[in-house]
């Protein structure tokens, strides 16, 4: 209890009076994504987020999905107080672990102030932590150390392709609004090496997995509930991202999607040009959500169906950045054949998102 009521501290901050409204930067087209500047934190955004998902199997041939993301947030509130324990910075995290032989998600979360060494995000390279959990680039290669509750991740993500620049050269269209963007690029095919530890056993894995990276300043669009969202890396090397931001009335409120070919051609769709259509749905034992957990997704003139490798990957985050969603490791199949692995993310399906 002690330290759940330490984790949660940060966010009770959230509410103190701030001496004056933050200034954040916008989101422009005009910029140009540089690196490796921009593999690190942008402190004066709102939001941003380094999120690695993938899957990964033993020796034996046992497959997994997981998921390691860091958040950090600005919060605008008492910037003008010098004090080394002013919240300026929070960090949250989430990690996941899907095993079929378990038969639901494992994860964990924690959440911090910025500061004092305990937990930060640093400028001009990715390195993110909060206690014993990190993301770091180390020598070209991402390295990521968590210590959950009943699993740990030590994994190393080495680039095997450029990085992929979504929406038009990194600027991503969240909305009918041009302000409602984000700066966005993706890595995919990381090719992952390491050992996992779960229900007492510690495995060497290998995989391929998927970086995102995305900062903004701006709310989600007020007419929006949540999103669904899909990267998959294609077995002949190809990569797929595609969202759509769906509105109160269920319907598409803006989409898009990138598609990389095994080439190295890259495309981007219109909104019109992406679809996503439901084929199954779960329900949540714990808390009743329903969730659309497998899915064909049309991007320009190509199909895919989604189907997930255990229906129960729900993740629980109240206690975090207050929300439930579902994040799940999908095979991506075309005429009934397998073509590529990933995730889905289904989020806003219990109430309206809040960012």
Known sequence: MK?????????????SSARGAAAYPEVSADRALQFPQDFGSHPLFRNEWWYITGWIHDASGNESGFQVTFFRNRPGVAEDNPSRFAPRQFLFAHAALADPRHGRLRHDERAARGGFELAAALEGTTAVWIGDWSLKLVEGSYLAQIRARDFRLDLQFAPTQPVLLEGENGFSRKGPLPRQASYYYSQPHLAVTGKVEAGGNEVVVTGLAWLDHEWSSEYMAAEATGWDWTGINFDDGGALMAFRMRDRAGGVLWAAGNHRARDGNTRSFAPKEIQFAPQRRWRSPRTRIEYPVAMTVRAGDAEYVLEPLID?????????IGTV???????????????????????????ALKL
């Open 3 to 15: 330290r759940r009521a330490f984790l949660a501290s940060p966010l009770l901050l959230v509410g």
């Open 312 to 320: 129960d990957q729900e993740l629980d985050a109240r206690t975090g």
């Open 325 to 351: 969603y579902w994040e799940g490791a999908v095979r991506a199949s075309q005429a009934e054949r397998e073509i590529g692995r990933g995730y889905l993310e289904l989020t806003g399906y219990g109430k």
